[in-house]
């Protein structure tokens, strides 16, 4: 048990930040104290704060670069795992599926199409929950980039669309 030095109430340990793991030192403020603490010095010191992030961000700035990486391989990862058990990852006119990154998802609605820049590949940086709802909301059609070029110029048209051919 240790007791708080702000509110000077006595709690179990495990209400307590450490302060030093390797020396097994605990903060002498509670958790619901530290907390209390850090939003009043935010909003007190707003000026402060900023120019404290700023100084984490050049201090630190690889490692940041470097995790922000590592979490969006993660979800893209995830989305690919979900899309792969989910889709028929080939393209729905001439069958290639050698390589998911030479697929484009095709809108068969282009008001869909919130702007040029909403792609697939966009999506994927998405969290699994938003990119669900955003493949499950959205409809399209894998196909191969020499396909999807070929609709465009008019060079052929999906005449015939089976749901059931590309799920």
């Known amino acids: 048990m240790i007791t708080c030095t702000l509110c000077g109430e006595e709690k179990e340990n495990d209400q307590f930040y450490w302060q030093n793991k390797e020396h097994s030192l605990k903060d002498n403020r509670c958790k619901k104290c530290h907390v209390k603490r850090q939003e009043n010095f935010r909003k007190e010191r707003p000026e402060r704060v ?7 961000y050049d201090n630190n700035r690889e490692r940041i670069n470097l995790a922000k990486k590592s979490r969006r391989k993660i979800r893209k990862d995830a989305n690919m795992k979900w899309l792969n058990d989910n889709y028929k990852l080939s393209c729905y006119i001439c069958g290639y599926s050698d390589s998911f990154v030479a697929l484009d998802a095709h809108h068969l609605d282009p008001d869909e199409k919130l702007d040029k820049l ?6 994927l940086d998405f ?3 938003k990119f669900t709802k955003k493949v499950k909301s959205t409809n399209f059609l894998f196909l191969c980039r020499n396909c999807h ?17 590309w799920k």
């Open 50 to 56: 900023k120019i404290n992030a700023k100084n984490h």
């Open 149 to 165: 070029m070929r609709l465009h110029v008019g060079e052929f048209s999906l005449l015939i669309y089976k749901e059931d051919k």
């Open 118 to 123: 909403d792609s697939m590949g966009l999506w």
């Open 127 to 129: 969290s699994l929950d």
